[in-house]
């Protein structure tokens, strides 16, 4: 039983830095891409950037290039997610979920097309 679960969630201020991370479980996490998400209240799920197995490859939506770097450590099955310079904007539901691909990439940035989800962190700004 493939598990993800999210962590690290909570209240910050504008500005402040938070890091959240996503132990998975029942899966060979080093062959799969994963990915982190957001969703805030009436909208749609947003891709936010990708990592590849080893780590080498990621790739992220604009509104956080520069400010959020993903990585992982497949010795502890855990993807990171640190985000910087939060904005009020950034207030959501973040998520991390695995690629359904399999291939050796940064990962789809459309939700449908991963095979695996975890649970979901808030993630409060306040400004």
Do not use: H
């Not at 509104?63 to 450590?73: A, E, H, L, N, W």
């Amino acid at each position: 039983q493939v598990q993800l679960v999210e962590s690290g969630g909570g209240l910050v201020q504008a500005g402040d830095s938070q890091r959240l991370s996503c132990a998975a479980s029942g899966l060979t996490f080093s062959r799969y891409a994963m990915g982190w998400f957001r969703q805030a209240p009436g909208k749609e799920r947003e891709f936010v950037g990708g990592i590849n197995w080893s780590g080498s490859d990621t790739s992220y939506t604009d509104s956080v290039k520069g400010r959020f770097t993903i990585s992982r450590d497949n010795a502890m099955n855990t993807v990171y997610l640190q985000m910087n310079a939060l904005k009020p904007d950034d207030t959501a539901v973040y998520y991390c979920a695995a690629d359904a691909s399999r291939l050796n990439w940064s990962g789809p940035r459309v939700a449908s097309l991963y095979a695996y989800w975890g649970q979901g962190t808030q993630v409060t700004v306040s400004s």
